[in-house]
């Protein structure tokens, strides 16, 4: 499997999964399918993309959770006024 992978986030070092067992146990539950669909459907010539857009999804980012927070919160405001 390698050495674990390392990364910063929000100034604090935090561990990247890096084999497909670990990635799939750190993405929430509801990205779970999503993830193995990719996984499953990826060719000799696609597997390490696919492996580094799901493990850096698998990395909590608290900055990017906040923006998709508002982004949220703003479109659910914009529908209800609509």
């Given at each position: 499997m390698g050495e674990p992978l390392k990364t910063f986030v929000g100034g604090a070092e935090v561990e990247v999964p890096n084999s497909i067992p670990a990635i799939?146990?750190?993405?929430?539950?509801?990205?779970?399918?999503?993830?193995?669909?990719?996984?499953?459907?990826?060719?000799?010539?696609?597997?390490?993309?696919?492996?580094?857009?799901?493990?850096?999804?698998?990395?909590?980012?608290?900055?990017?959770?906040r923006i998709l927070d508002r982004l949220a919160r703003d479109e659910a405001e914009r529908r209800s006024v609509a």
């Open positions: 799939r146990v750190a993405l929430p539950e509801a990205r779970r399918e999503e993830f193995d669909r990719a996984i499953n459907e990826a060719g000799v010539q696609e597997i390490q993309a696919v492996m580094r857009h799901w493990m850096l999804e698998a990395v909590p980012d608290p900055e990017a959770e």
